[in-house]
């Protein structure tokens, strides 16, 4: 039985280097054959739309459209958190494969009993 990951993010382009990390772990996370939700609060709900990704820049880590890309490919799920997403007035439309939203209480439910959590 797979182990239950949730990878934490709180940033976007304001703080890049966060938004790799958190993709590093979730991708290594995704490679031992857990299964990851990245919960995605705070200005992090912008990951999970479409494009976003691909304008943040990290000189010294991977691309970000490229680790965001792999995640998806992997089969990672995104967790926004609704209040967050709707109070930057964002469009649902632009949620990108994998990404839903969805509060707490189904973020406990995925948590289950045990659940591996790792927040940037």
Known sequence: MATK???GCTHGEEE?????????T?????DKGHEVVMW????????????????IRVDQDPPVERVHAQFIEKGGRF??????FNERDLDEERLVEGAE?????????????AAMTFNY
């Open 16 to 24: 890049p280097d966060r938004v790799v990390v958190s993709y590093l």
């Open 5 to 7: 990951v949730i990878v």
């Open 79 to 84: 967790y926004v958190c609704p209040i967050c």
């Open 40 to 55: 995605l609060t705070s200005e992090g709900v912008r990951l999970a739309l479409s494009g976003y990704a691909d304008r």
């Open 101 to 113: 939203l969805k509060g707490a209480t189904p973020l406990m439910d995925f948590a289950g009993e």
């Open 26 to 30: 979730a991708g290594a996370a995704l």
